[in-house]
C-alpha cells in the first residue's frame, strides 16, 4: 500500500511581510523567491499541524492507497510443487506424506496417482519438465523387494534415514540381468527403497516410468547429480510444515 504524504506550504504572507523594508531591487528578487517558495513541499513534516499540512490527498490518490486482493499463489508457492488438492488426495490414503524439498528448477508435477488397496497402498508422484525429463516419487506401506542390480550403483546416506543403518544407493545404467537389459532398452535409474515410517519410499527414473504409467509423451532420465540432489532432500511433510499447502517462503 503506497504511503500517502501530505503537502506544506510555506507562508507566503509571512514571507512578504519579512522582507517588506528591502529596496526595490532585493524586493524584486524576493518575490521571484516568493512565487518558488508558494510552491507545494513533496516532504512531510509529521510536526506540521497548519492547515495546509492537514489537506486531503487528491481522489486518485486515496484510490492508489486503497489494499487491492493479492492475486493467487504461482504454482511453485505450493510445497514440493503438490497443490493442496493433490495433497488432500494423498493424505486420504492415511499414509505418510513423503516428498523433496528440492526440485529441479522448471520442473513440475504431470500427474498424481494413488492406489487405496492392500497390500501396495500407496501413491505416485510424476514430474516432468518442459524438456521430457521426468523422475517419480513413489511411496508404498510394502510389498516391495530388492531393487534390480545395475552396472553402477552410487552410495547414499540421505538425512531422512537419520541412525537407520540400512544400506541404501542409487542404482543407474543398464541393468545387469541379460532378461532385465532386453525388456528395458533405456539406462535405469532407481534408487533402493528407502524405509521411512509406516512404509517405504523411492526415486524412479524414464525407464521404470514409460514401462509403468506409459505416459503419452515418454519420458528421458534426468541428471544423476539432480536426482542424488532430489533424494538427500526428501522429507516428511507433516500438517505443521505444509499448513494449507503454500511454502512460506
Request: aromatic share 6%.
Amino acid at each position: 500500500m503506497r504511503s500517502r504524504f501530505l503537502s506544506s506550504f510555506w507562508n507566503s504572507a509571512a514571507a512578504r511581510w519579512r522582507w517588506s523594508s528591502i529596496s526595490g531591487t532585493v524586493v524584486g528578487l524576493c518575490l521571484i523567491g516568493i512565487a518558488a517558495c508558494d510552491r507545494p513541499s513533496t516532504r512531510s513534516d509529521p510536526a506540521d499541524t497548519s492547515p495546509a499540512a492537514t489537506l486531503e490527498a487528491p481522489p486518485e490518490a486515496a484510490a492508489e492507497s486503497r489494499p487491492t486482493t493479492p492475486p493467487p499463489p504461482p504454482e511453485a508457492a505450493f510445497l514440493a510443487l503438490v497443490t493442496p488438492d493433490q495433497t488432500a488426495q494423498i493424505r486420504a490414503l492415511e499414509l505418510p506424506l513423503v516428498l523433496p524439498a528440492a526440485i529441479p528448477e522448471g520442473f513440475q508435477v504431470d500427474q498424481v496417482q494413488t492406489q487405496p488397496d492392500e497390500p501396495f497402498r500407496g501413491y505416485q508422484i510424476l514430474y516432468r519438465d518442459d524438456r521430457d525429463r521426468c523422475f517419480l516419487i513413489e511411496y508404498t506401506a510394502g510389498g516391495v523387494g530388492d531393487t534390480p542390480a545395475t552396472e553402477n550403483r552410487l552410495p547414499l546416506n540421505p538425512p531422512i534415514l537419520a541412525d537407520d543403518p540400512a544400506e541404501y544407493g542409487l542404482n543407474h545404467g543398464p541393468y545387469a540381468d541379460p532378461l532385465l537389459r532386453e525388456q528395458f532398452l533405456e539406462p535405469s535409474l532407481l534408487s533402493d527403497w528407502l524405509p521411512v515410517a509406516g512404509g517405504f519410499s523411492r526415486l524412479a527414473g524414464a525407464a521404470l516410468i514409460n514401462a509403468t504409467l506409459a505416459p503419452e509423451t515418454p519420458c528421458t532420465n534426468l541428471t544423476i547429480e539432480d536426482a542424488v540432489t532430489i533424494i538427500d532432500s526428501l522429507a516428511i511433510i507433516t500438517d505443521e510444515i505444509q499448513g494449507d499447502g503454500a511454502s512460506g517462503s
